[in-house]
Structures are given as C-alpha cells and as structure tokens.
Nanobody, 120 residues
Framework: QVQLVESGGGLVQAGGSLRLSCAAS????????MGWFRQAPGKEREFLAR????????DYANSVKGRFTISRDNAKNTVYLQMNSLKSEDTAVYYC?????????????WGQGTQVTVSS
C-alpha cells in the first residue's frame, strides 16, 4: 500500500517560514520524482516544485522561485519543501506527489495534504 504523508503545516505570520515534509512508504522512493502542489479555496491545484530521483534537478513555479526550496533524502524516503518569506497568498492545502516517469504529465501517487495558513 502506497502512502505519502505530509506534515509540517500550520499557522504562520507573513514573512515567516515553514518546512513541510512528505514521508513515503510502499514505493521504492529513489525511483520516483517528487513534486509539491497546493490548492487554495476556490482555485485550481497549482504546481510548486519538483525534484528528480537523485535530487540533482529541481524545477520551480515562478510564484515560489527564490522563496521555496525542494529537497529530498532518499535514505529517509522523505521529500521536503522549505518555505521562506511566506505571504498571505501562500495560504492553501499543500500536497506532495510521486512520479515514476519524470517526463509524464501526471503523478502516480498523492498525499492527503497539509494546511498552511499565513496570517497578514
């Protein structure tokens, strides 16, 4: 059974930082690219960042480039999202996802999400 479990969300003031974690089980983690997404109320799900299997390639959405950093620890089967300089518009549910085929348009597995609320 594949599980992706996000943690680290919460309430933070604007300008603050949070680090999200996503622990994977039931997959060979090192064979999957990992991504972070978010969805705010009334909005579509938004891609934020992704990292390849070995951690050497990282892509970011323009909306978070320079503020968010994705990383992974294959020994711990965990991917992280360090979020700095948070803004009220970063308030959303944050999801991690696993992708077997780096070039595919879709992701194979998704977590249940963790809420991030940024107060202004």
């Amino acid at each position: 059974q594949v599980q992706l479990v996000e943690s680290g969300g919460g309430l933070v003031q604007a300008g603050g930082s949070l680090r999200l974690s996503c622990a994977a089980s039931g997959i060979t983690f090192s064979l999957y690219g990992m991504g972070w997404f978010r969805q705010a109320p009334g909005k579509e799900r938004e891609f934020l960042a992704r990292v390849n299997r070995g951690g050497s390639v990282r892509d970011y959405a323009n909306s978070v480039k320079g503020r968010f950093t994705i990383s992974r620890d294959n020994a711990k089967n965990t991917v992280y999202l360090q979020m700095n300089s948070l803004k009220s518009e970063d308030t959303a549910v944050y999801y991690c996802a696993a992708q077997r085929d780096w070039g595919a348009p879709t992701y194979d597995y998704w977590g249940q999400g963790t809420q991030v609320t940024v107060s202004s």
